[in-house]
């Protein structure tokens, strides 16, 4: 005789009891969990919030509080005092002694302050010789006569790239347009001799 398992099967089968919700999982049935963004969200927003009454704190009070005006005594905020300017006194009445050497008048050279103004240019200040001999061979082929002269001070040896002495200024400003014209910087400088 054959059997009907799958007839069998489903009127002798046993119902799971049902099970109870929890308290922490009760919900209605038809809403989605709680995810994470909202938690998310709210931290954000509560952080942004103490954030902006931090930087409210750091500010300077531009109002009075009741606070302070109790403390005050409540008088109006005292204006800054003007500044003193001293010096207009105080530079008139100072003195700075200066000591120049005498120097003897030279009997033989003419008297007058124009002829004895001369013009030179400084064509360059160089660390190395070869810097400076480099420039001096530039100027020479412009047809000028550059000198070099070393010079030691404070800040170390220099070699110093010179041109003239000029008697007059129309031949420095001659000379001094052919080095411009040539991206050579000059620097004027009038010595009296």
């Not at 038809?30 to 995810?35: E, L």
């Not at 005594?73 to 009445?93: I, N």
């Not at 013009?119 to 000028?144: I, V, W």
């Amino acid at each position: 005789m054959s059997r009907d398992y799958a007839k069998k099967s489903s009127s002798t089968r046993k119902k799971a009891p049902a099970r109870k919700p929890h308290a922490a999982q009760s919900r209605p049935s038809g809403s989605p969990p709680p995810s994470g963004w909202r938690w998310y969200t709210a931290g954000l927003l509560s952080g942004v919030f103490l954030s902006f009454l931090l930087y409210l704190g750091t500010l300077p009070g531009g109002k009075m509080t009741d606070s302070s005006a109790e403390q005050g005594g409540g008088t109006a905020p005292q204006e800054p005092p003007k500044p003193r300017f001293d010096f207009y006194t105080m530079l008139p009445e100072q003195t700075i002694e200066i000591e120049q050497p005498q120097r003897q008048p030279n009997r033989n050279a003419p008297t007058t302050a124009a002829s004895q103004a001369y013009y030179l240019l400084q064509a360059g200040s160089f660390r190395q010789r070869e810097d400076a001999d480099r420039r001096r061979a530039e100027l020479l082929l412009l047809g000028l006569e550059p000198t070099v002269e070393e010079a030691t001070g404070e800040n170390g040896r220099w070699f110093r790239v010179y041109l003239g002495p000029f008697q007059s200024r129309s031949k420095m400003s001659k000379a001094r347009s052919l080095t411009a014209a040539q991206n050579i910087d000059t620097l004027l400088l009038k010595r009296n001799g």
